[in-house]
């Protein structure tokens, strides 16, 4: 099992992902992903000034992006914390809108993205990009 907990930071109620839901993806994710034993993450809800910085800081990236993910190391990680994902929630309502979802979906996406890179899968080549996304629609359909 993985066990989370959320910083939902300002979010209003009705953006907030229902905590069974959470439970359901973490729970299909560590199934499909080939996990095993009690681990724990964290997910936050960012600014986009917190997840600008971070992006350029750690990441070497630019500007605002929907999702990073932090893996633990050393003692933490031997304890089976996973590390932290961040989310920019209004990234995922302008993408949910681009993609034609909605929100929600696209929160959950974005979740489960991100856990897969704590669980250390990438997308730095073709074929790393293939594997980790058909994974990724696999557990979002089998936590449905």
Do not use: C, W
Not at 110 to 123: A, E, F, P
Not at 130 to 144: G, S, V
């Amino acid at each position: 099992m993985i066990a989370f907990a959320i910083n939902y930071g300002g979010l209003k109620g009705g953006q907030r992902i229902p905590e069974e839901r959470v439970k359901r993806l973490l729970r299909a994710t560590q199934r499909l992903g080939k996990t095993e034993g009690r681990l724990e993450v964290s997910l936050a809800f960012v600014t986009a000034h917190a997840m600008k910085r971070l992006n350029e800081a750690y990441y070497g990236g630019y500007g605002v992006t929907d999702v990073l993910a932090f893996p633990s190391q050393g003692i933490e990680e031997a304890r089976g914390y996973l590390g932290e994902i961040l989310i920019y929630y209004p990234r995922a309502e302008k993408q949910a809108r681009e993609h034609k979802t909605t929100t929600r979906a696209e929160v959950e996406l974005l979740l489960v993205h991100g856990l897969l890179h704590l669980l250390g899968y990438n997308h730095e080549t073709p074929q790393k990009k293939d594997t980790m996304f058909r994974l990724q629609d696999r557990i979002l359909e089998a936590a449905k």
